[in-house]
């Protein structure tokens, strides 16, 4: 998956901006799999991300939330 925000992030002070790409104007909701691009950064101390939903809100923070 794609940073679409790259230039947003280093405006807001974020390392990575992790969003569904094919969001409405809501936000969407992010699956796992979407979540799972983080670990292609492994450099990342500061992560803006919207669309999580409780299942994946506790998933992001069990597997990512050190």
Not at 11 to 28: E, F, H, Q, R, T
Not at 42 to 47: D, L, S, Y
């Amino acid at each position: 998956m794609e940073n679409l925000f790259e230039n947003y992030n280093n405006y807001m002070k974020y390392d990575y901006v992790l969003a569904n790409p094919n969001a409405d104007i809501s936000g969407g909701a992010l699956e796992k799999k979407q979540i799972d691009d983080i670990k292609n950064y492994p450099e990342i101390n500061k992560i803006r991300i919207m669309g999580l939903k409780q299942d994946s809100f506790e998933y992001f923070i069990e597997k990512y939330g050190r």
